[in-house]
Structures are given as C-alpha cells and as structure tokens.
C-alpha cells in the first residue's frame, strides 16, 4: 500500500497482502500496519487499485472494517473486491472506473490509463496535485500482442511526459532482467504442445486471477480435445466470475468438476488447480499428499506449472515438486519449457517508460530491496538527475513541493501477521512464544505447597513436550526433580508460601537445568497449589 497526501487528505494505492517468506509458526498472511491512518481520522479520503492480484487487493476487507472509505478500481479488481469482501461480510462503496476517467478524490484529480500485466485491466494513474503530477506505473509490461484488449497506452503515458511529470513510481521486479518480457500470447503454443506429450491427465497450476493464461490453458484443452475441469476455491470462484464477465470463453460444453473429470479417460482431461507457491492446504499440494477426495496423481499424469517462483516459497514448492516426482507423473515448469511468461516489464521496458514519462523525480516500487540501487541507476542512465532518483523503505517518507523533493520524518509502517483463524492480529510476544516452543519445547511443572509451613505436599510432576530424546532421557527427568526439591527447600520458609516467589524460583531452577543439561532454554510452565 502507498500513501500520497495532501492538504490534510491521503489516497491510498492498493492494498494488497503477502505471504510469509519463512513458512511456519501459524502465519499465514502479512497485513499493512494502517495506524497511521485509524490514527488521524478522517485523513483518508479514498483506495484506488492498479489492478486485482491479491497482493493488490487482499487487505482491503480489513482495511474497510476499520475505515469508511469508497473504493475505485478497474472492471476485473472490483469484481474480485466485491466477491472478497461479501465473503466476509464487509460492506463499502465500490466504484468501477475505465482508462481515461476523471476522478476527483480531495485534491487529486486521477486519471486511470490502461497498461498490459498477468490480469485483464491493469492500469497505471497519473495524479494531478498542486504541487504537479506524480504518475505512478503499476504492475506492468509492454505486450504489443495481449490475450485480451489493446496493448498499454503508450501514447497518453507519452502525453502526460509531454505536460510534465514531477515523481514517477515505477514497477522494478524485473529490473535485472535485460531486454524485454516475451508476450502473454507466446505461452499458448507452448502450453498445446506440452500437453500434446502428456499421455494422462494434464494438471496445471498458475495464479486463480491470471485470467489470460487461463484462456490458453482452456483453448490449448480444446485443441488437444481435452475437457477442463478445476480443483480449488481460487480456481473455482475466478472462473465463475471470469465466464460472467466475458473474460472467460469456454468451448464446447464449459468446464467440469475435478471428480468428475477422473471418471473420464485419463488423456481427455486437464485439472486446473490451485497451489503454485505449494501452500500447504491448496489444491495441489493436497492432491500431491493423497488428500484430495477421489483425485489423485498416476504415472502417465503430467503436471504444468505455469508460473513462477515467488521469492520465500522455494521450501514448500521443492517439497511440493519432489511429492510429484513420487507419484510418477511428469513435471514441466515454468519459463524452462515456455509455459510461463512475467507479467512484469524487464530492463528495456523500463527504460521505455522512462523516457516516455521523462519525470523529474523517480522512485522504485514493487520490488525487493536488491532492486533499489538497480532501478536507480537505470533511471539516472535514461536521462534522470542522480540525486533526484530516490531510495525509499516501507515508513520513509517522500516530500514534495515547489522547491524540491526531500525525504521527511518516518512513520510508523510494517507489517500485521495473521495467523489462519483470520480472527485477530498475532503479537510480537505470542509470536516469540512459538518460536520458543518450536526450538526448545516447554516443561511444566505442577508442586502441591503446604499453606502455613511452605513443605512440598505433593510432586513436583514434571510434563514436557519437545525435550526428552527418548525414553532412556526420563532419568534426566528425576534428576530435574530432585534439583528443583533441592533448590525449593534452598529457599526460606516464608518465601515458600508466597505462591508467586515459588513460581518465579521453579522457572529459575528449571531453566538453570535444562541450560546445563541440554543447552536448550524451554518454556517452563509452573502450576504451584497450596493445600
């Protein structure tokens, strides 16, 4: 999410979500921190989308619980916003925009311009402020040759560099790869006849939203008389919305279902299917365990991934690819067999926008940090003064008047965790307690204390859970016993009856000894009785 504001009124561009780079400890998602907007109310005046990837839109349900805001975006995003947001019974004013609009949120004057990404209707804005025009490019590539509609407007992005651009944000994932992104259309012949090798089943995996790859998915199908069935709530949900929309042109008698698509013979079928990054309750991956009702993998099968790696999901797609392998069907990945083509501009694209924008001020955006100093360096190459390409990290600010451009003071930005139950925000404390018991396992120890005299009544019983290496290790448990007996009658009397002192003194001993013993610190978790 990006913040620009002014006159006391902010607009927000997207508001997507992320997936953890490191798999485990029950988070599932990654949330904008919005507190400086729940802080300042009435600041944000509106949440305009480039397009409708969940990296875009996925926040936005929490975002719209929390501020009344309307929200604008293109045909496809909306449609994908609305459906989000009825799921969770989150209502809000949605307004659906077409390149070339006018709209008036406060003091921006915004103007939606069509760009060509992995998903019908992305666009770029160009923002008209008092202070000039900031034009921000949003997930792009230049495909003179699209599955669906025209190619980008270069010719407005043009005529906005003509009128004059203060600021260009631009898209940099692909800023190291040099040259230009091959065209959403040069996957199709690949996907046919990749298919056309495979005697069983075909099961492909892409993005749900990635309605273009989805088409020539569905024509490559058609022309290998396979029927198309889909396995997965994304797949299912997007294809529904896509053929009620017209992004979506089934041949012949539409798609099936996945069960009963393996009642047919094995080599007049393909799957699309859920699970690309291997989450490990998709589609895919469920399939790949045996955990999928009456769908399965068998030699003869073959499975197209049709996308690419994203960056932190490596673990659970090796896991995923190797589970494959087992089960004796064929693997055809991404960009090695040309069933994946990037939906983001490479080197030369970038360096075309920018000399097309020709701003005075540039930032990179939607990229990793190793990015920056890449994209930055292009820019200066392409015509734009060194110091005014700026480096800017989640919470910089960027301030923007008629003298100039200068980073401000930061604010507070980062990132929520969620965990599966969707119910709440994970702390930084629970977090820590998880990765303590995942590393070092917890002990707990239960000690009846006499009232008056403080004499251990009863125990200590000692539970553990990830600590003991076996059942030869259950001596080690006596020995902590009789080392936590010692040290409580170490202690004067009157401390013992004081509950809470003998708590505080059990975690002390039992950390001491578990240190020593198996250098290992694990949460001890005293329950201390009186009788």
């Given at each position: 999410?990006?913040?620009?504001?002014?006159?006391?009124?902010?607009?927000?561009?997207?508001?997507?979500?992320?997936?953890?780079?490191?798999?485990?400890?029950?988070?599932?998602?990654?949330?904008?921190?919005?507190?400086?907007?729940?802080?300042?109310?009435?600041?944000?005046?509106?949440?305009?989308?480039?397009?409708?990837?969940?990296?875009?839109?996925?926040?936005?349900?929490?975002?719209?619980?929390?501020?009344?805001?309307?929200?604008?975006?293109?045909?496809?995003?909306?449609?994908?916003?609305?459906?989000?947001?009825?799921?969770?019974?989150?209502?809000?004013?949605?307004?659906?925009?077409?390149?070339?609009?006018?709209?008036?949120?406060?003091?921006?004057?915004?103007?939606?311009?069509?760009?060509?990404?992995?998903?019908?209707?992305?666009?770029?804005?160009?923002?008209?402020?008092?202070?000039?025009?900031?034009?921000?490019?949003?997930?792009?590539?230049?495909?003179?040759?699209?599955?669906?509609?025209?190619?980008?407007?270069?010719?407005?992005?043009?005529?906005?560099?003509?009128?004059?651009?203060?600021?260009?944000?631009?898209?940099?994932?692909?800023?190291?790869?040099?040259?230009?992104?091959g065209?959403?259309?040069d996957?199709?012949?690949?996907?046919?006849?990749?298919?056309?090798?495979?005697?069983?089943?075909?099961?492909?995996?892409?993005?749900?939203?990635?309605?273009?790859?989805?088409?020539?998915?569905?024509?490559?199908s058609?022309?290998?008389?396979?029927?198309?069935?889909?396995?997965?709530?994304?797949?299912?949900?997007?294809?529904?919305?896509?053929?009620?929309?017209?992004?979506?042109?089934?041949?012949?008698?539409?798609?099936?279902?996945?069960?009963?698509?393996?009642q047919?013979?094995?080599?007049?079928?393909?799957?699309?299917?859920?699970?690309?990054?291997?989450?490990?309750?998709?589609?895919?991956?469920?399939?790949?365990?045996?955990?999928?009702?009456?769908?399965?993998?068998?030699?003869?099968d073959?499975?197209?991934?049709?996308?690419?790696?994203?960056p932190?999901?490596?673990?659970?797609?090796?896991?995923?690819?190797?589970?494959?392998?087992?089960?004796?069907?064929?693997?055809?990945?991404?960009?090695?067999?040309?069933?994946?083509?990037?939906?983001?501009?490479?080197?030369?694209?970038?360096?075309?926008?920018?000399?097309?924008?020709?701003?005075?001020?540039?930032?990179?955006?939607?990229?990793?940090?190793?990015?920056l100093?890449?994209?930055?360096?292009?820019?200066?190459?392409?015509?734009?003064?060194?110091?005014?390409?700026?480096?800017?990290?989640?919470?910089?600010?960027?301030?923007?008047?008629?003298?100039?451009?200068?980073?401000?003071?930061?604010?507070?930005?980062?990132r929520?965790?969620?965990?599966?139950?969707?119910?709440?925000?994970?702390?930084?404390?629970?977090?820590?307690?998880?990765?303590?018991?995942?590393?070092?396992?917890f002990?707990?120890?239960?000690?009846?204390?006499?009232?008056?005299?403080?004499?251990?009544?009863?125990?200590?019983?000692?539970?553990?859970?990830?600590v003991?290496?076996?059942?030869?290790?259950?001596?080690?448990?006596?020995?902590?016993?009789?080392?936590?007996?010692?040290?409580?009658?170490?202690?004067?009397?009157?401390?013992?009856?004081?509950?809470?002192?003998?708590?505080?003194?059990?975690?002390?001993?039992?950390?001491?000894?578990?240190?020593?013993?198996?250098?290992?610190?694990?949460?001890?978790?005293?329950h201390?009785?009186?009788?």
């Amino acid at each position: 999410m990006l913040l620009v504001e002014c006159d006391g009124a902010a607009v927000a561009i997207d508001c997507g979500v992320l997936f953890p780079e490191r798999p485990g400890l029950g988070i599932d998602l990654l949330l904008p921190d919005i507190t400086y907007l729940t802080e300042r109310p009435g600041l944000l005046r509106g949440v305009i989308l480039t397009h409708g990837h969940e990296d875009h839109i996925g926040a936005l349900p929490r975002l719209l619980q929390e501020l009344d805001v309307p929200v604008f975006g293109p045909r496809l995003a909306m449609a994908l916003v609305g459906e989000k947001l009825r799921r969770q019974g989150v209502t809000a004013t949605l307004e659906t925009f077409t390149p070339g609009a006018h709209i008036q949120i406060g003091p921006f004057e915004i103007e939606p311009i069509h760009v060509t990404h992995s998903i019908a209707d992305a666009c770029a804005f160009a923002l008209k402020t008092p202070h000039g025009t900031i034009l921000h490019s949003g997930d792009f590539k230049i495909d003179e040759t699209p599955v669906h509609g025209p190619g980008a407007d270069l010719k407005r992005l043009s005529e906005w560099g003509e009128k004059g651009v203060r600021l260009l944000l631009s898209d940099s994932t692909n800023v190291d790869q040099h040259g230009h992104c091959g065209s959403e259309s040069d996957g199709g012949p690949a996907l046919e006849s990749v298919m056309r090798k495979i005697p069983g089943r075909v099961f492909v995996t892409t993005f749900a939203s990635h309605l273009h790859r989805v088409q020539q998915i569905v024509n490559a199908s058609a022309a290998c008389d396979r029927r198309v069935a889909v396995a997965g709530r994304g797949f299912e949900d997007s294809t529904r919305l896509a053929q009620d929309l017209g992004y979506l042109k089934m041949p012949g008698p539409g798609l099936i279902r996945a069960t009963e698509a393996m009642q047919l013979p094995a080599g007049k079928v393909t799957v699309l299917v859920s699970g690309s990054q291997g989450e490990p309750n998709s589609a895919l991956t469920r399939i790949s365990e045996g955990r999928f009702k009456n769908v399965t993998l068998a030699p003869g099968d073959g499975v197209i991934l049709s996308s690419r790696v994203i960056p932190g999901n490596e673990r659970g797609v090796h896991g995923l690819l190797n589970r494959i392998a087992k089960s004796g069907a064929t693997l055809h990945r991404g960009d090695r067999e040309g069933v994946h083509v990037s939906g983001h501009a490479h080197r030369d694209e970038l360096q075309t926008l920018l000399r097309l924008v020709k701003p005075e001020y540039f930032v990179r955006v939607h990229g990793e940090y190793r990015h920056l100093a890449s994209h930055r360096s292009l820019a200066a190459e392409t015509g734009v003064a060194r110091d005014k390409c700026i480096l800017l990290e989640d919470g910089d600010v960027l301030e923007l008047d008629a003298t100039g451009a200068r980073t401000g003071e930061r604010v507070v930005a980062g990132r929520v965790l969620l965990d599966a139950s969707r119910e709440g925000e994970v702390g930084l404390e629970v977090l820590r307690d998880r990765s303590h018991l995942s590393n070092d396992g917890f002990v707990v120890a239960v000690i009846a204390i006499h009232a008056q005299t403080g004499e251990i009544t009863s125990g200590p019983d000692l539970v553990t859970r990830g600590v003991l290496r076996g059942e030869d290790d259950y001596v080690l448990l006596d020995e902590a016993k009789a080392n936590l007996v010692s040290g409580l009658r170490a202690i004067a009397p009157e401390s013992r009856a004081d509950l809470l002192e003998v708590e505080s003194e059990v975690r002390r001993i039992l950390k001491k000894f578990f240190s020593r013993a198996r250098r290992r610190r694990p949460l001890i978790v005293p329950h201390v009785f009186e009788m």
